[in-house]
């Protein structure tokens, strides 16, 4: 009986031991998992995204950012826009304030890259963020003048056409939000930034046939009839064949509502 007794306790220590045993195996087998899980978030130092909202003004943009600090990330973003009518016409009417433009021919079409630094409020590029930037914007403009002239006693109007583009570099701040929707997928919002710089310009038209002196003449005076809001405008018609507009001054943009969605990895 002694035997049955000792060997049953024996048995029952065995068992004891073994699932004591076993739980520290168990617990090392899911921090090992969580290990895992914050490794591979860790490894997402990279995100590509596309700006959804700028489709709506036919723009087209991708942003890189790679993260470089616990807090701190940069951000490459390139953007393009094809030739299209003027945007906010009417806008851009009132400020410029002239009759010979026909707003409703210009075309426009631009392209622009865009570095900044992005400071988090959260690690893993993620929460609030301040990011100041540079940006090189080159945008392409054709521009109907009219003019009017008399020839024989009658009356004429014609077009002329100045195609050239203008360039600003300029820099700012932009607040913003972005957060992970997934392990892969993050939604970045731009809620407000301003940016600040200089912009010039050089449009140039021709004339086959030659303009006439009367042509030059009523040209010329429209031209230098041109208010150019915040830019200075100087235009010349150099000879006959040939006219230039020159514009210089303060450029200034607007970075607001704009929704990113992106890829991390």
Known sequence: MKKIII???????????FTASSQPVHEIKHSDTTKLVLITQALQHNAIKINFSALAFQNYSVSYERLIKNKVSMMVTYRYMPFTNLPFQQNIANIVSNNNINFNQVTLGNDAITAELRIYAHKN???????????????????????????????????????????????????????????????D????????????????????????????????????NI?????????????????????????LGIRALGINLGIAF
């Open 7 to 17: 060997i049953i306790s024996f048995s029952c220590l065995i068992g004891c031991t």
């Open 125 to 187: 590029m993620s929460g609030f963020y301040m990011a100041p930037y540079g940006r090189y914007a080159n945008f392409n403009l054709s521009i109907p003048i009219q003019y009017t002239f008399t020839q024989n006693g009658n009356a004429f109007t014609k077009e002329a056409v100045f195609s050239g583009n203008i360039q600003s570099y300029s820099g700012g701040l932009l607040l913003g939000f972005q957060k992970h929707l997934s392990k892969l997928l993050l939604l």
């Open 189 to 224: 919002i731009w809620l407000i930034g301003a940016h600040f710089g200089n912009g010039v310009g050089s449009l140039n038209a021709s004339f086959s046939p030659p303009l006439s002196p009367q042509e030059e003449a009523s040209l010329q005076n429209n031209l230098n």
């Open 227 to 251: 208010n150019g809001g915040p830019f200075t405008v100087k235009g010349t018609v150099t000879n006959n064949s040939t006219a230039n507009l020159n514009l210089t001054g303060p450029w």
